[in-house]
């Protein structure tokens, strides 16, 4: 059974950093695109970036530049490095895969950007 176990959020203050954090179990962790997801209150889920299993990776524009995803396949993790977070990064951030995404999502991390 597919497992998706986020963590690392919290409270950061616009200008910092977080590293989010996603282990997978239950699939073949290194067959799978692997994207990080993120919902804002009364908005829709979106991408925000994914990496291939070959390691190529695509982000959204809205975070180009600041945020780097990465996986290890060895130990069936996906992590977020968020830098330069603005006000508008705050929302529940989930890892799952794309662009079929496993119908069981984790329960995300929330990521708080505030003065």
């Known amino acids: 059974q597919v497992q998706l176990v986020e963590s690392g959020g919290g409270l950061v203050q616009p200008g910092g950093s977080l590293r989010l954090s996603c282990a997978a179990s239950?699939?073949?962790?290194?067959?799978?695109?692997m994207g990080w997801y993120r919902q804002a209150p009364g908005a829709q889920r979106e991408l925000v970036a994914r990496?291939?299993?070959?390691?190529?990776?695509n982000y959204a524009d809205s975070v180009k530049g600041r945020f780097a995803i990465s996986r290890d396949d060895a130990k069936s993790m996906v992590y977020l490095q968020m830098n330069s977070l603005k006000t508008e990064d705050t929302a529940v951030y989930y890892c799952?895969?794309?662009?079929?995404?496993?119908?069981?999502w984790g329960q995300g991390t929330q990521v708080t950007v505030s003065s």
């Open positions: 990496i291939s299993s070959g390691g190529s990776t």
């Open positions: 799952n895969a794309h662009p079929f995404p496993f119908d069981r």
């Open positions: 239950g699939i073949r962790f290194s067959s799978h695109v």
